[in-house]
């Protein structure tokens, strides 16, 4: 999130809803709601709170939204004021 930062944006972060080592998978194993976490809805949904926040903070609308990182400690930018 350093990054983001540097550049004066707000940003969030999220593990997704699991903390594991890219081989190891059995934080998925027979369990559905880590899936769709993993898959999307923890991005989402922490995008959407990290954007209702900037908003309410700055009271203004966010003017670009910005993703940057993936696995082994990528960060997710969010939002621009």
Do not use: P
Not at 14 to 24: E, F, M
């Amino acid at each position: 999130m350093g990054a983001g930062l540097n550049y004066n944006f707000a940003v969030i972060s999220t593990d997704t809803g699991h903390n594991s080592i890219s081989a190891n998978g059995t934080w998925a194993y027979h369990n559905e709601g880590a899936q769709l976490d993993w898959g999307y809805r923890a991005m989402h949904g922490s995008v959407v709170l990290g954007k209702q926040l900037t908003t309410a903070y700055y009271s203004n609308d966010i003017l670009y939204s910005y993703y940057s990182g993936c696995s082994t400690g990528g960060s997710k930018s969010c939002c621009s004021h």
